[in-house]
Structure formats: structure tokens, C-alpha cells
């Protein structure tokens, strides 16, 4: 069964940087896409970054420019590198990775940004 753990969150001020990270286990192959969601308290989830299996990415225009989707070499862990961050960031933030053809979730961390 496959699992995606993501790493913790956090409380950070405006204008710092975080780096989030989702490993999958349980699975060897069979990941194609990766991408991170984020869903804040009243709003919709919303795709925050997408990277496809050759490596071509995709970002809300909200975050273009501050955030960056990246993967390790084996293609189970996928990064998100937030710099300039900002209030309106505050959100949980979630993993998601299709899995031979079937959608899997992280279990979502919390990012606050606040001064």
C-alpha cells in the first residue's frame, strides 16, 4: 500500500523560505505525476505546482516565481522550495502523486506565515 509522508510545515514570517518534501513508500515504480495542492481554512483545494514524469512543471500564478517543484533521482520524493513568502501562502499544503494510474495523498502539513 502506498504511503506519502510529507515533512513538517511550519510558522515563519513573511519573506522567508521553506522547503517541504513527500517521500512515497511501500512502492518501488509506478509514480508518474507528483504535484502540491494547498487548501486554506473556507477556500477550495487548489494546484499549487505540478511536475510531469520528463520533468516539465507547472505552477498557480499565484506562486510563479517564488516557488519551485523539483524530484530526486529515484522519482519517489518531491520537493517544494517557497521563498518570499507571504500571509496570504498560510494554508495546509498537500502531496499528491498518481500511482500506477491511481491518485495518492499526503497526509497535508500546515504552513502559517505570520509576523
Known amino acids: 500500500q502506498v504511503q506519502l509522508v510529507e515533512s513538517e510545515g511550519g510558522l515563519v514570517q513573511p519573506g522567508d523560505s521553506l522547503r517541504l518534501s513527500c517521500t512515497a513508500s511501500g512502492i518501488s515504480a509506478g509514480i508518474t505525476h507528483m504535484a502540491w495542492y494547498r487548501q486554506a481554512p473556507g477556500n477550495q483545494r487548489e494546484l499549487v505546482a505540478r511536475i510531469a514524469p520528463g520533468g516539465s512543471t507547472d505552477y498557480a500564478d499565484s506562486v510563479k516565481g517564488r516557488f519551485s517543484i523539483s524530484k530526486d533521482k529515484a522519482g519517489k520524493t518531491v520537493y517544494l522550495r517557497m521563498n518570499d513568502l507571504k500571509p496570504e501562502d498560510t494554508a495546509v499544503y498537500l502531496c499528491?502523486?498518481?500511482?500506477?494510474?491511481?491518485?495518492?495523498w499526503g497526509q497535508g502539513t500546515q504552513v502559517t506565515v505570520s509576523s
Open positions: 499528491h502523486m498518481v500511482v500506477f494510474g491511481r491518485p495518492s
